[in-house]
């Protein structure tokens, strides 16, 4: 080797390393020290102290591990920022760059940024997982448009961000917890153009109060106020591209083709090593490969990848640019010389690209890595499809070789090999030809569409399509020719987007007409047919006619009036976001602070993400990480594990079985039964847990569980039970102790005897739900002397995971220790399912003697949560010619899984909610089914939102039988007091306390029903292809408050400790108890008593410090623990009295820091505890009114509004109750119109990621949302009322029912069904009867409604169109 120079030699030690900045630290991690595949969230969470980055998905799809990447251009001393999401990207792939986190947006040390501070003061923050993400996205939203100096200066205390941008910010983070309705108001305070009365309820100001008010209450911003601060030392070290090289990995970054050249493989023969090409990488969301690269090559700095060219043929794109700047590229004013219909085009693909994925995946995912996506694996592109119709070509470099080829060439190649690279592609520029002596005007059209669960994006479409067409409009006829044109389709169940030769040949050259239409469209069906195993398969092909409906027809309808451009207003459109809402809530001094609208304890550490959940504790070096072993098989024996051809998967060093436990083999137990923590003999369902391996780091062991292979032996085994069905048939039942099982009403003979009209045996099915907490199942164990061991764990019921390591471990109870502070959202799944994960990390921390950790990934959670109960049931109902029902009888088939979990509870959740009707007699025959399907848990209103349901479909179909208003059928039916005290027996209570009749009308005056009623029918008339439905229901809830411990202690500077059973899951329970405790300590009435809430701090659940915690759920929990602070409470005051009135004696008025410096000094017993039990249950009663739209062509339906009254009592805090009945309400949407949680025929779940399952998101809810928090008198006498010892905190629990509301958009879609249904009829002639009685599917997702609408609609319409000529 020849002489290096000391300076050659420092340029490849710095290449050899990545430096970059976090929060303006910087970092610098050498090639020995990383490994290609690390991804940026991996290095964050496990090598810095920034923990905000949370992993919700890992797949993009979520939002929870958001950062801002800032890069620096030396040559424009620019900085270009962009939010990326840290899962996906590389760590490799991130140096010379800056990284923003949450913490570096604000945090407690340096100052929260106005973002966190308003994601607190707006309640938008619950469990605080998604919180991060969100304020990243914000942040990133910000940063940009107030750096865009094209925008005018903002008001003052504004940015330049606009209401429209400012809620899409978030569009692809997801949460849980808010319904989104207090995110989106933080987004938009900072909107230039907001009308500050639109924003909703806040702790900043009260309704009323003027603007400039307003403004001086919100933290402040200042338009530039957010800005990425890139670290000056990072500029000086600039040297984007790392090569690196170590353990046997290379990662390249190539500057110039020739160097890519050099790099690529040779010859077709590969030496035995894998390469892997690089731009974004979130081609891994989808794919999520498990094999890692020897070579990996980084395109993004190839000049020629990452060009924008255009002249007047058109633009070309390299493919390493990203998305997003292909849309800004596209989008831009100055599009040079281009014709009006080329820069249409190109709007209209830019539009289309914004429903692609979400910002953060766009910034950095590039147009190149989506077209190879399509080429080499069949992705379901939107990019192939929309640019196929377009004449775009494709540059590729094959080798050293150049070649040119159109896109449908590209796409229609066998896969190409990996040393194939797409260079660049081009959109050619299109114009129509004008003749200004022609008796015609050209036009060209172009339109794209895509059909998918969320209009904004962030979910792959069931089909989209783009479709070209130049058309000739006659200047002295109506009639349009087709002189051309070309349809694409794609992402239907096909391997790529095809064009529909067939029908553009029959319409090249035809005047437009109904008949040729048809023809078209009968030609189209016999096209877009989608391939073997592709879901909703009739509905994605009527998708295809829906779309060339929607192109064609209005050309039928235009003269020659259109003259030159495009028609704007149908295809992709921007839909409409939230546009208002309204909170009225009624808060109280009586008690200050409980009742007013205290911010939730923790807001803001969680906006800056230093709010500490059980994966962010920092682990001892030494700790090992677990992951779950899970059958495939539903009844099995398990003869043995091995690893894939033999492999020693990296890092793993153990993996535990049942063999392993030492004491009972035990997931959970109650007193109704047990779960094993792992399978022994036979496995009981797929999905169950098998074995944990334990390597590590986290993705070592999730990597080794992957490439476990079981080998089962089902030799003389009994098939297994995957029906309820199957089980009725072999009697396998969950014994339900008779005190659980719902006592029957009336006698159901008699009542039928009285019936005019009687329906027999109807079936209704429900499905699943899948909790989607954004933070998985997690726990760490830590083995300590003497045999103990303490255990963290993300669990709503800590207590029994206690009892149940004990067990497991076959120790003393007094040995463990179950420690929680915080959980990311448990929605009933972090009850009994949490502990499986807290048992196995300790026994393999007791086994290894290491501490443990387990983080589940979103697959594994997915697949063994079990989720809500599904049910199938069969009623028979009699009634009268009025719709007065007179008896129902039910036979109930839940099916509970393998083991009996909280199944046994069901039949009573289901029936309290179902005797909201007056049903004359209720009979019912509930069997908790026994299959070898996953065991189901509670989930938020567990049988509740069932029994709700259940009780509305039954009235939907007495009115459709009698052709009558369904809203009459309910009114005639709901309970007299007489009759609600016959239902409800001890539960009625007072007939002043029975308030949902006088509910049922305020709803119908404040959200104005029937002039909505009105309003809708009119609208139904107007459109064919818009239907609106419209609908109220009643809700009635029992509560049942549940006995809870509580700890105060008085510390010597004044300072209180508080602790309680409930766990905090961002429900709000610790503020509820924080403002308890504030005001029942304010009895003592000394100096500064009044304001205590400061000084009280709860602390982390302990099972060793506070026992019988007993679980977190039902909604009731909150209040409980206040009731068992309060009791605390009460007994520190009546400690404290004798000595403050002699110390007032003695020194007149003291203050509470002295009295309780005294106290201290004078040996009073400044701790209590004390265990709360409850009396007897009650019942409460709510409203709820919604109106959709739904869209005939595609199914999708909107909900136009939302109106809750909720008589809730006394709210202890109305901004909490306020976020949960909206977040329970969005959940609810969720179960009755998105969320599909499918099985295989094997019982093993198939949704199992956000690629699949659809939780809603900012653009789901509804437009408009009203909440009216009601206390309509009769509860004020039960909250806090002083009669002596004997009053208790009382406000009815506001978590649970609201989902129940959701029942409401279902059957207000419904209705909308039935209008389309009506048109339909009247379109083919048939019999009215034969539609109107149907079952609407829950969840009533896109294809499910488009079915019931009818998929060949549009076939029947054009026919009928043609008879009528
Ligand atoms: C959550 C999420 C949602 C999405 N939703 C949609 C959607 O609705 N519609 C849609 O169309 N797409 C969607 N996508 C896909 C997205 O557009 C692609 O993931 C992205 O464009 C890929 O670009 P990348 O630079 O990250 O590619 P990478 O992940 O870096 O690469 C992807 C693949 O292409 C190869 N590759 C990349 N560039 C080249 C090149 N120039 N030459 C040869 N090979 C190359 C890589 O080797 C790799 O195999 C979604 C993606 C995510 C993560
Ligand atoms: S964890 Fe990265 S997007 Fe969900
Ligand atoms: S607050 Fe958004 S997921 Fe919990």
Redesign the pocket.
Known sequence: MGEVTAAAEETIRKQRQLVFAVNGRRFEVSDSDVDPCTTLLDFLRYHTPFKSVKLGCG???CGACVVLLSKYDPVLDQVEDYSV?SC?TLLCSVNGCSITTAEGVGNSKDGFHPIQERFAGFHASQCGFCTPGMCVSLFSALVNADKNIDRPEPRPGFSKLTVSEAEKAISGNLCRCTGYRPIADVCKSFATDVDMEDLGFNSFWRKGETDQVKLCRLPSYENGKASSKFPEFLKKEINVGANLASKGYHWYSPKSLEQLQSLLPQNEENDGTSM???????????YKESEQYDTYID?KHIPE?SIIRKDKTGIEIG??V??SKVIDALKEENLGDFHLESKTVFQKIADHLE????GF??N???????L??AQ?KH??????TILLPLGTTMNIMIGKKLEDLTLEEFLGRPP?DSK????SIKIPCWEVRRNASSETDNMLLFETYRA?PRPL?????YLNAAFLADVSFGRNSTGVMLNNCQLAFGAYGTKRPIRARKVEEFLTGKFLSVDVLYEAIKLLETIVIPEDDTSSPAYRSSLAVGFLYEFLSPLFHTSTEITGGLPNGYGIKSPTMLSSSKQVIQSSKEYHPVGQPVIKAGAAIQASGEAVFVDDIPTPSNCLYGAFIYSTEPLARVKGIKFKSGSSPVGVTAIISVKDIPGKNLGTSTVFGEEPLYADELTQCAGERIALVVADTQKHADLGANLAVIDYDKENLEPPILSVEEAVERSSFFEVPPFLYPEQVGDFSEGMAEADHKILSAEIKLGSQYYFYMETQTALAMPDEDNTMVVYSSNQCPEFAHDTIAKCLGLPANNIRVLTRRVGGGFGGKALKANSVAVACAVAAYKLQRPVSMYLNRKTDMIMAGGRHPMKVTYSVGFKASGKITALKLDILIDAGAFVDTSVFMPSLMIGPLKKYNWGALNFDIKVCKTNLPSRSSMRAPGEVQGSFIAEAIIEHIASTLSIEVDSVRYINLHTYNSLSFFHKNNAGEPLEYTLPSIWDKLATSSSFFQRIETAKEFNRCNKWRKRGISRVPIVHEVNVRQAPGKVSILKDGSIVVEVGGIELGQGLWTKVKQTTAYALSLIKCGGSENLLEKVRVIQSDTLSLIQGGFTGGSTTSESSCEAVRLCCNVLVERLTALKERLLEQMGPIDWDTLIFQAHFSSVNLSVSSLFIPEASSTHYLNYGAAVEVNLLTGETTILQSDIIYDCGQSLNPAVDLGQIEGAYVQGIGFFMLEEYPTNSDGLVTANG??TYKIPTVDTIPKQFNVEILNSGHHKNRVLSSKGKSEHCHQIASGEPPLTLAVSVHCATRAAIREAKKQLVSWSGRNESDNSIFQLEVPATMPVVKQQCGLDTIQKFLQWTMAKK
């Open positions: 797949e993009g799809g999401s996906l892997k090409i690089v731009v974004g990488n979130t081609g891994m969301g989808y395109l990848l493919a390493a990203t998305i429903k692609i994925a979400s995946v766009r950095s995912g590039s147009i190149g890595g989506n190879m996506m080499r992705f379901p592109s939107d990019i192939a190409l194939s690279i797409l260079l998918a994006g962030n979910a792959l479409p956000t690629w």
